[in-house]
C-alpha cells in the first residue's frame, strides 16, 4: 500500500514484382545426396551394386559401417582394430577387409553382413585390398602378398613385389574385372604393373609415380592405370600411364590438391581434390580431359573452407550410374555423398518471360537450352503454366530448339496474378534433365473492399461486430476478418474466414478489451486483385475504486460522500485491468470556498492482480472535503493499449 499526505489548502507533492529469372544450372553441381556417417575415420570405400550397399572401413574406431545407396546405415562390424583396406568379390559374395591391428583379413558375407572368415597373414599390418581371378591381393608395408582361397585351406604367399624396387609403403592397389590377371601396384615414387594369372605375380614394367599419390585404379581395357597426382609439373591432375612402358598417355585435369581417383566399368573417370574453395570431385569420360561433370561440397563445418574429400574415399556403382565420396567437415563430421548420372552433361536451361503482361492478352516466353556438346535442333521441351486457377500446374504445347538452342513460345494467360511458365528438358543418355521457370505479373481488376468502426471509441469489454463490405469480383468472394489487439502479448488472430452473403457483407465480433486493428483480407482471384483494408477502433480501460477506513457514508445534495473522523487515514484501493508496467494515475481535488482546486496526482503501479491500494495522510482538521480519482493514461499509464479512460469521482469529508 502506497502512502501519501495531503494538507487543507495546498498543493500535494508532485508526481511487399516483378519475377526473378530461375534457371537450371551447368558445370557444377551439388551432390544429389548426403548422410552424416557414425565414424571416426575413412580408410576405405567398396560399392556393392548387386546388394546397393556401401562399405566403409573406420580405422580409428576399428568398425565397418555398412549403408544403402542413400548412406542409411543397415549394418556394424566391430571389433575390427585399424580395419583399412576392402574389396568386393567377383559374384558380390563377400567382402574382404583388412584388418591391420590383428594383421589379417576377414570375410564378410554380404546377405547378412556377417563375419564368416578371418585369415591369419603372417605379415605385419595388410593395408590396401584388391581380388583378381579370385585371389585377394594385399599390400604390407612396401611389399605385396596374397591370399586364395580356391583350395580346400587358404593359402598365403608373401614377398611377391619382385625386383619393383617398392621401399616405402604404403602400399596401393588396382585392377578391374574386365581386365584379368593385371594388378597395379604404387608405393613411394615406384609404380608396377604385375601379371597375377598365375600361381604368383610376374612383374611386368615397372616406373615412377609421384611420391604425394593417395590412390590409384586400372582402366576396364587394362591398358592404362590412372593415379591420383601429376608430378610432371604441368600443373594438378590425374596422369594415364601406358602398363605397357609405364609413359604417362594423358593427364586429367583437376583443381589441387588430387587425393582420389577411381575408373567407372565404362572406363569414365572420378578424380577427387582436397579443395577448401573449389569442386571436389570431377568427372571425366573416357579420354576427354575436360570434365564432363564437377561436385562442390558444402561447407558444413566452422571454417571458412568448404568440406573436403577424404583420401581415397571416392567409387564408383557398377553400373556407373552413381558416384560415392566421403566428405569431412573441420568438426571431424564424416559424410557419405551419393552423386547420380555422373557421366551425363548438365545442361542450362534458361527462361525469360515479360515482367508484366495484360490478362487475355497474348505474350511470348523465350528461352535456350545450351550445353557443352549443343544439343540437335528440334529438341522437345515440355511447358507448364502454374497461375492462381491452375495451383498444380497446366501443361501447354511443347517447344522446340532452335540450332543454337533457342526457343520461344506464346500464351494467353487466363488468369491475372502471378502467372509462372517452367520449360523441362528430359535429358538422354548423355544429357542430364535440366529446367527453368520464369513468372509473370498479369494485371487483375480492382475491387472495393471496406470495414466499420474505423476510429470509434467503445467502452471496455463490449462486444463490437466489424462488417466487411467485398464488391464485385470473378470467382472467389471469401473474406477473411483478422483482429489484433495493441500490445506485443497478444497475437493477431483469425476471426473469420467465410464467403460474404449476398450484399457482400461479412461480420465478425471482436470483444474490445484493448484498442484493436481489425483487419478484412479479400486473397483475389483470376480476375480481381487481392486487397486489404484496416479498420482501428480504441477501447477504455476498466476502472473501479473502492473506499475503506471511514465511518459512514451521506449525502451532499445528491452526492454521495464518504465521512472520516479528521485524524484517519482514508485508503483508496483501484481495480484495473492489467498490462505489464502499468501504473494508475491517482489525482486529488480540495474543496475551499465554493470551488475545487487542483493538489496534485502522482502514479502508482499496478500489482499483478491489477489493483492499486493508496492510503491518504489524515489532515488532523475537520470540515475539510476533498475527491479523489483514477485514471489511465496512454502513454504516461506506461502503456498505449488502451484509450485514456477517468475514473468516477469518490468524495470524502472529514469531521471531529
Known sequence: MRRRSTSTATALAVLFSSAALAAGTAGVAAADSARVLPVKSVGDIVVDGAHRRVYLSDPTGGKIVVTDYAGVVKATLTGLPGVTGLALSADSGQVYAAVKGSDRIVSVETQ?????????????????????????WFGYGSNLGSLDLSAAEPVVHLDQKADAGFFTGPMLLGSDLAAPGVLVAGSGGTLAVYDVSADGAVLRVKGSMDTSVKQLDLTPDGGQVITSWDGTGNGYGLPAYSTTDLTEVASYPIDAYPNAVAVAPDGSVAGGSFSWYEPDVHIHRPGDLTSVREYDFPNTGDSSG????????????????????????TAGTYTLRAMTDPTKE??????????????????????????KVALAAGTGLTVTRTDIESPNGKALPAATTKADGSFSFTDTPPAGGKVTYKVSYAGDATHATAAGSDSVQVSRKATA??????????????????TAHLGTTYKNRTVEIYADPFGTDKPKKLLKKARVNSHGNLSATVDMTRDTTVTAVFAGDARYAGKTTKSTAYARAKISTSVSKHYRTGRIGSTKYYYFRKNTDPVFTTTMNYYAGRKQRFELEVY????????????????????????????????????MRSSYINGSSGDTVNSTTYGPWKYMAFTN
Open 112 to 136: 547378412t553382413y556377417t563375419q564368416t572368415a578371418s585369415y591369419e597373414l603372417g605379415a605385419d599390418a595388410p593395408s590396401d585390398l584388391e581380388v583378381v581371378d579370385g585371389r585377394v
Open 306 to 329: 568448404a568440406d573436403t574429400l577424404v583420401d581415397g574415399a571416392l567409387a564408383w556403382a557398377p553400373d556407373a550410374g552413381r558416384v560415392f565420396a566421403v566428405s569431412v567437415n
Open 346 to 371: 548438365l545442361p542450362t536451361l534458361k527462361v525469360s518471360a515479360p515482367a508484366t503482361s495484360a490478362r487475355a492478352k497474348k505474350l511470348t516466353v523465350t528461352g535456350k537450352l545450351t550445353s
Open 449 to 466: 473492399l471496406s470495414l466499420t468502426n474505423n476510429g470509434k471509441l467503445y467502452s471496455y469489454g463490449k462486444d463490437v461486430s466489424f
Open 592 to 627: 475551499y470556498q465554493g470551488r475545487w482546486y487542483d493538489s496534485g496526482s502522482e502514479y502508482f503501479a499496478l500489482g499483478t492482480s491489477g489493483k492499486s491500494a493508496v492510503r491518504l495522510e489524515a489532515p488532523g482538521e475537520s470540515g475539510i472535503r476533498a475527491r
